[in-house]
């Protein structure tokens, strides 16, 4: 029973109200200035014969032209590039770019060339809009460093390992690794071959769960041309994006730029439990839903209204008083008088009933505002703090037409009424 509550406790962990998901300054591009002569006049170096194969290996990804995406890669590499491509393809790959920096020599190969390369990508059509600003709002980018080396009169990636910088979002399932996928209507699903069997399974669940999610999407205009939903094996939760390391956690959503976010279950915990597998499904997707085109990478400040929100969607059509949660909610409030609707956010040294109370209160507080001012006005409410924003009494202003405090004053004596 022990294993049973905890594994319901917090059911999603999102990676950006912790602060994991930090967007990078800028870098200047570093220009190298030609040589005398014009570029036909000089013979191509073996940096500019890498390069142009890298060009050609990532246009035929797009193309769907798997031998032409191995044509640049080494024999001893074949099978880690070619679970990639299959992967990248069943993720909707529609950009896939290389930028290179400066070339080193390779000792004991005057014809093999190092360098850094970040690789920018996009995934489906929702990720990358047509716009141009910051790093975050930008396509997701990996790091790494390749050695190619001549052979056969081409260029191949003889060594491929990860860059520099320390990422928190890597390693993306689809860099190493085989990937199997199943596809819905609204959904893709991708396991690791070892948890192929949780496939049929679980996509009629998540497409009736990204059909609730919808509903929520058009009210706060983040509608998504599809999800991506990875189903976790042990291994693959410790690892994939950087692993998780919590024994409670159960879901994540793991936002990859402004407008990607992707969601990750860990299916030894949801497996015999339909239940929290459907509501675990509804509140990350309500993440993917709610914090697309957030204009900041880090939503800390407002981990109540977040987690509060996607709990509203995941338990939908069940009120926060009727959910799991509510002995949990019962049992803080009688601790301690609630003065505001936005509960105290537990610390890591806190019991486990208190995070799965903060979730509970966050719930609640986001029900009061829906049955006192509507869905409509609620995810305008959302939209104008979690994606724009705004602070809370501007936000309130706008959205209800009231200060946020009038809101506060009135939903913590609603809240109290509901659970005691």
Not at 327 to 353: E, F, K
């Amino acid at each position: 029973m022990r294993r049973a509550f905890t594994a319901t406790l917090v059911i999603g962990v999102l990676l950006l109200t912790i602060g994991l998901v930090i967007s990078r300054p800028e870098r200047p591009r570093v220009a190298i200035a030609a040589g005398p002569g014009t570029a036909a006049d000089r013979p191509a170096t073996p940096f500019d014969r890498a390069v142009a194969a890298l060009e050609a290996h990532a246009e035929a990804l797009i193309a769907g032209d798997e031998q032409g995406w191995l044509a640049a890669v080494d024999t001893p590499l074949r099978t880690r590039y070619r679970n990639m491509f299959r992967s990248l393809r069943a993720l909707d790959v529609t950009r896939f770019d290389y930028e290179t920096g400066v070339g080193q020599p390779v000792r004991g190969n005057p014809a093999a060339v190092s360098f850094r390369a970040e690789v920018n990508y996009c995934l489906g059509t929702d990720m990358c809009p047509d716009k141009t600003g910051s790093d975050w709002q930008g396509p997701p980018h990996i790091e790494q460093r390749l050695t190619m080396r001549e052979t056969g009169g081409r260029y191949v990636i003889s060594a491929a390992a990860p860059g520099p910088s320390e990422d928190p979002r890597r390693p993306a399932p689809w860099e190493n690794g085989e990937l199997v996928a199943l596809r819905g209507s609204r959904v893709t699903l991708f396991a690791a071959p070892a948890q192929r069997a949780y496939l049929n399974r679980v996509l009629p669940l998540a497409e009736a769960a990204a059909r609730v999610d919808d509903r929520f999407a058009a009210l706060i205009g983040t509608q998504q041309s599809r999800y991506r939903i990875y189903l976790a094996g042990e291994a693959q939760w410790r690892s994939w994006y950087g692993g998780e390391d919590s024994d409670w956690a159960i879901g994540l959503a793991i936002p990859l730029n402004m407008h990607g976010i992707d969601v990750m279950l860990r299916m030894k915990e949801l497996d015999d439990n339909p239940v929290m597998l459907r509501v675990a499904l509804q509140h990350e997707l309500g993440h993917v839903v709610t914090l697309s085109g957030a204009y900041r990478a880090d939503a800390a400040e407002d981990t109540w209204l977040s987690e509060g929100i996607a709990e509203y969607i995941g338990w939908w059509p069940l009120s926060g008083a009727r959910t799991l949660r509510r002995s949990s909610v019962r049992w803080a409030l009688n601790r301690r008088a609630a003065t505001s609707m936005i509960p105290v956010q537990p610390g890591p040294g806190a019991a486990a009933r208190a995070g799965d109370a903060f979730y509970g209160l966050s719930h609640l507080a986001v029900d009061c505002m829906a049955k006192k001012y509507g869905d409509q006005r609620l995810f305008t409410f959302v939209r104008l703090v979690l994606t724009q924003d705004n602070e809370l009494d501007q936000a309130a202003r706008d959205a209800y037409g009231v200060p946020f405090t009038t809101v506060d004053r009135a939903c913590v004596k609603w809240v109290r009424q509901q659970v005691l």
